[in-house]
T-cell receptor
């Protein structure tokens, strides 16, 4: 199966600091990873698509200078929340795709990282 | 704007009953459809994928797809209290590899 590891699972930080979240595909190579954000009782909203060896593609309304994404290898993508503020508190979930069917992309999710900004 | 719609629930069913979860989507170009289960505070886990019109069964779960009606559903037979969770419908975004998620239906199975 496809396993995605995400770390840390929980982080509490002070306002103005930066937080880095790591996402690793453990048993497959992922040229593309996706970062989602989920607020309480809301659905998953795609923030950005992380592309190995190139710049990430951000969704409309997501600040690329605030949410820095680096995908330096085929198994690791990182999301850095810079100058975090309380409104950035959320559940951040990464996912990677392992092709299940031509044209289909089954997403496997990491365990998620709950960020609380004080 | 591409949309995936689900009734937020909660949908409450007694233990042993069939739970029926529904989802509609707006983009006729979508080709792949998924149901994920999410327990509170956890990340989603894949339950079923379906790509062709008709039914697909896996154990107690049956996914149904009707592309003409832009409708996908999930049936859970012999519902168990452990099935209580939020069920997310997800649809592929044509031309991209990302998935668009519905807001989820909260299922409560009463013992």
């Amino acid at each position: 199966g496809a396993v995605v590891s995400q770390h840390p699972s929980r982080v509490i930080c002070k306002s103005g600091t930066s937080v880095k979240i790591e996402c690793r595909s453990l048993d497959f190579q992922a040229t593309t990873m996706f970062w989602y954000r989920q607020f309480p009782k809301k659905s998953l909203m795609l923030m950005a698509t992380s592309n190995e060896g190139s710049k990430a593609t951000y969704e409309q309304g997501v600040e690329k200078d605030k949410f820095l994404i680096n995908h330096a290898s085929l198994t690791l993508s990182t999301l850095t929340v810079t100058s975090a503020h309380p409104e950035d508190s959320s559940f951040y979930i990464c996912s990677a795709s392992k092709t299940d069917y031509p044209g289909a992309n089954v997403l496997t999710f990491g365990a998620g990282s709950r960020l609380t900004v004080l | 704007q591409k949309e995936v719609e689900q009734n937020s629930g909660p949908l409450s069913v007694p233990e042993g009953a069939i739970a029926s979860l529904n989802c509609t989507y707006s983009d006729r170009g979508s080709q792949s459809f998924f149901w994920y289960r999410q327990y509170s505070g956890k990340s989603p886990e894949l339950i079923m994928s379906i790509y062709s019109n008709g039914d697909k069964e896996d154990g107690r779960f049956t996914a149904q797809l009707n592309k003409a009606s832009q409708y996908v559903s999930l049936l859970i037979r012999d519902s168990q209290p452990s099935d209580s969770a939020t069920y997310l419908c997800a649809v592929n975004d044509p031309g991209r590899r990302a998935l668009t998620f519905g807001s989820g239906t909260r299922l409560q199975v009463q013992p």
